[in-house]
């Protein structure tokens, strides 16, 4: 009689992170939904539960208990699709400030990265009003920044994914990498993305996560850590990514 002792463990043992996911139904352009399943997966192998949250709608702050999500994730969407977006986001501004201040991780792709700073001004020359948990600002630029990345970051090694944006970012924070091929964040820098604590915002669709498994254990990692004080993530297989990537590179770099 009873349940096995083993069970019992296990079932103790399994642990479990949310994920909270911004706009799925309008954020969500070049595949950046593949970064949740991306996400899912690599917690599933590992026997973590992710659990994730659509935030569709956003009527006041109490809508979005920021501080019970581990990870959060916007991607990114056309000028019109961010519009829609930003007075509902306005609302949170402070408690997804609060969610970065305090370690949160999260991914913000392209739209979703132009989010994070004071403000968008698209090619109309009307400003949308960002969450300003980073100070930089967006600007468009008659001719999109379009074409395949390559990059190089001391912290996640060589990097793979595409661009497609007409807003150019200036910022004066740790950047994601260095660009080889490509543009990131602008025209001149020959820098992409940014790093603000867990925080990155990056110009990089593709999805970027299954690209670039680095950046996605990066994100679980550190979730566990802040959850449960232990970063220690199982090893797993990514010799398919790793091969992709070096031959985008090869025929490139
Ligand atoms: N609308 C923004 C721009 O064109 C973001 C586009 C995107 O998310 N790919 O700059």
Redesign the pocket.
Known sequence: TGVPVSLIKGVLNVKSLTLFHFFPDK?N??G?RGNILTLKKRCEWREISLNVVPINKIDQASDVPLSQADILFI?????R??ALCTEELKKIKDSFKSAVEDGTPCLA??????FLGNY?Q?LSGEKLEGLSIVDFY?I?KEN??VGDVLMESETFGKLVGF??????TFHPYETLGTVIKGYGNNKKDKKEGLVYKHLIGT?L?GPVLPKNPSIADFLIGNALDRKYGQAKLADLDDSWEHEAAEKVWSRYA
């Open positions: 954020l352009l070049y950046d991607g990114g969407g056309s000028d699709e961010q792709v392209c739209g979703g990265y132009q968008y698209m967006t468009s999109r920044l661009e497609n944006h007409a807003g150019q110009y669709h």
